[in-house]
């Protein structure tokens, strides 16, 4: 097993953000995370990065705790994308993707040619090798985001965490960078965790699903079984069904809104109720 | 895989300023050494220069032109690289070595130090004595450390964070500016000019003695900063990102403070608190740099250098006898210069 998380507790002060979570990842596995706000997505990726410290719990990346290992080589081993990353003034797109290197070359080694490859792959694989001299605050939200996807892949980690990467994507940007996940997991082995957003993107690109309500883990299985659990209406508050669109592929979640029985005339007074 | 790009340093234009940066650097002291308040004439400048001259021209070169130069350009490099390691690692654009509280409690300490020494050696303060002077640079160092240090504590009994820092800085860098002016307020001495010289960052009668107070900062600091190469670069980010790229965060950030605050504390120790020169030279070096980080800071070492030896060269010609000193030439010429820089900052 690659990664494998246990008990982990993350506690903000008084309020508990995390509790009992656990999570086993095998090489080449897409694992999608999903829940509402605040249901403690983005703190269970940092604590398995070991970015927040957890009250409880271990996580071990093949059998050795990511606590006792040092920022250098546990970068090494796990790229971590977080929400909304802010770059330092006037850097390019070029010279963030370094970064992703700074595991691999440590205080003075310089840039050798596998560095410089890898790095113009990393570039490449988000569709921004003509973007390198660019700087990142002349770029859009969509191509800042898919910049710093980039630096995340120059770390080439076994393990790669993703939170929220679709957000400000464009819907062809989005399927690009599903697509790209998928490549990654398959070709190179590559273990991703991805908060995401979208339910039926969740669905169909991710070999187990585990969804998080109130800073816990209430589901951890396959699309399938998610299906037939009827825990999203719950998790969620919404109503809708999963429809199956084709016999092999995860079904689909149709989600009911409003509007579809409200015609145009409906008064403001119905609409309280 | 796709042909390589081409190699992201290279940087042509930002690379032709680096001889023109260690021309100026050799040239600007050696103006320096042919104006000062004594006219000498240019061929005595130049038969010291080269082994002869009269006794007079020699003395007025080797004993008070020189030492005044080298004590000058360590104190301008080690107070620019001072204000472009805080700069970078609060991510402040208006960081400068009195951030965190250093040249407020070098000020203290030598406020303290004088006001005792007077009045230990001298109750009536009509008669003069002579001042531990060789005391002042090891004094305002000390004061500036532990000023340091104990912000560096507060800090880091919170998250050591940028923010945490300058919060701390700030309030602190107050209370010891307060109790300095209070002292000086209920002093009211004769001596005080002393101190206000002194406060005003001041390049006059620096000796010998202060460049060699001042070179093993100098050479210790300039020493470690290709080790901070690589974390600093990751110390411009917010940690959570720093830590994910492999940045051993806490480490480098206290690595980095501790040397900022030996090379500015020694610096302000040695010449008093140059105001600007640490907050303004790093923006000129980033604008020369064009964005090209590994550049910035061997421009700042030089352009630190430079623009105290120009600043005090000007204070010295455009004063006169009484000449200006330094703290208010850089304060004249930092203000516009700073203006401008913001100017074109989006
Ligand atoms: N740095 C923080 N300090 C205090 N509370 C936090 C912090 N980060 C997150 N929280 C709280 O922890 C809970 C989980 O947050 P988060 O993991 O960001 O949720 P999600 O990513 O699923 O939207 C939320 O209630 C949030 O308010
Ligand atoms: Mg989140």
Not at chain 2, 96 to 124: N, W
Not at chain 2, 328 to 334: E, H, I, K, P, S
Request: some cysteine; proline content about 6%; charged content about 15%.
């Amino acid at each position: 097993m690659l990664l494998h998380a246990r008990d982990l507790t993350v506690r903000y002060g008084q309020r508990t953000a995390l509790s009992g979570f656990a999570l086993q990842l095998e090489p080449g596995e897409v694992r999608a995370l999903i829940g509402p706000n605040g249901s403690g997505k983005s703190t269970a990726l940092q604590a398995l990065a070991g970015l927040v410290g957890a009250a409880a719990g271990r996580v071990e990346i093949e059998g050795r705790s990511v606590f006792a290992m040092g920022r250098r080589e546990l970068a090494r081993h796990l790229a971590f994308l977080p929400q909304q990353p802010v770059a330092p003034d006037e850097m390019t797109v070029g010279q963030l993707v370094r970064q992703g290197r700074f595991a691999h070359v440590g205080l003075f080694k310089s840039y050798g040619p596998d560095d410089e490859a890898t790095i113009a792959w990393a570039l490449d694989s988000t569709g921004l090798a003509r973007f390198a001299e660019r700087p990142l605050n002349a770029l859009s939200g969509g191509e800042r985001q898919r910049a710093w996807i980039s630096a995340a892949l120059a770390q080439e980690a076994r393990i790669l965490f993703l939170d929220e990467p679709t957000t400000f994507l464009d819907i062809g940007y989005q399927v690009e960078l599903l697509d790209l996940v998928y490549r990654l997991s398959r070709e190179r082995g590559v273990a991703v965790v991805m908060a995401i957003h979208d339910l039926n993107q969740a669905m169909s690109v991710a070999d187990r699903i585990s969804v998080m309500e109130g800073g816990r883990c209430v589901f951890d299985g396959e699309p399938g079984a998610l299906a037939s659990s009827g825990l999203i209406e719950r998790v969620f508050r919404v109503q809708g069904r999963f429809v199956d669109l084709a016999p092999d592929a995860p079904p689909h979640f149709d989600v009911d809104l409003l509007r579809r029985h409200s015609p145009v005339g409906l008064t403001a007074q119905s609409l309280s109720h | 895989m796709t042909p390589l790009a081409p190699p992201l340093v290279a940087h042509p234009p930002a690379r032709r300023l680096v001889p023109l940066l260690v021309g100026l650097t050799l040239l600007a002291p050696l103006v320096a050494v042919f104006f000062g308040v004594a006219d000498l004439p240019l061929g005595d400048v130049a038969a010291v220069l080269t082994g002869g001259g009269s006794a007079e021209a020699r003395s007025i070169i080797l004993d008070i032109r020189l030492p005044r130069i080298v004590t000058g350009m360590l104190a301008g490099m080690q107070l620019a690289t001072a204000g472009f390691l805080l700069q970078t690692i609060t991510r402040n654009p208006l960081a400068d070595p009195s951030l965190i509280g250093v040249s407020q409690g070098a000020t203290l300490s030598v406020t303290l130090f004088l006001m005792i020494a007077v009045y230990s050696h001298d109750p009536t303060p009509t008669t003069l004595v002579a001042l531990p002077w060789s005391w002042l640079p090891a004094v305002g160092m000390l004061g500036g450390l532990v000023a340091g240090g104990l912000i560096y504590l507060m800090t880091l009994r919170h998250d050591l964070g940028p923010l945490r820092l300058t919060l701390c800085g700030v309030a602190m860098g107050a209370l010891l500016q307060a109790l300095a002016l209070g002292i000086v307020a209920g002093w009211g001495s004769s001596r005080m000019e002393v101190l206000l010289e002194w406060l005003s960052g001041s390049l006059y009668a620096r000796r010998w003695e202060h460049a060699v107070f001042l070179a093993p900062f100098t050479v210790a600091g300039l020493a470690v900063l290709p080790l901070l190469r690589r974390p600093l670069e990751l110390l411009r980010f917010e940690s959570t990102v720093a830590r994910s790229f492999g940045s051993a965060y806490r480490r480098d950030f206290s690595a980095v403070l501790f040397v900022s605050c030996a090379l500015a504390a020694s610096a302000v120790g040695a010449v008093g608190p140059i105001v600007f020169v640490g907050l303004i030279v790093p923006h000129l070096a980033r604008k020369l740099a064009r964005g090209h980080f590994p550049l910035v800071l061997p421009l700042t070492v030089a352009l630190g250098a430079i623009t105290v030896t120009v600043c005090d060269l000007l204070g010295r010609l455009l004063g006169g006898a009484d000449e200006i000193p330094i703290g208010v030439v850089t304060a004249l010429c930092g203000v516009p210069v700073l203006i401008a820089l913001l100017r074109r900052t989006p």
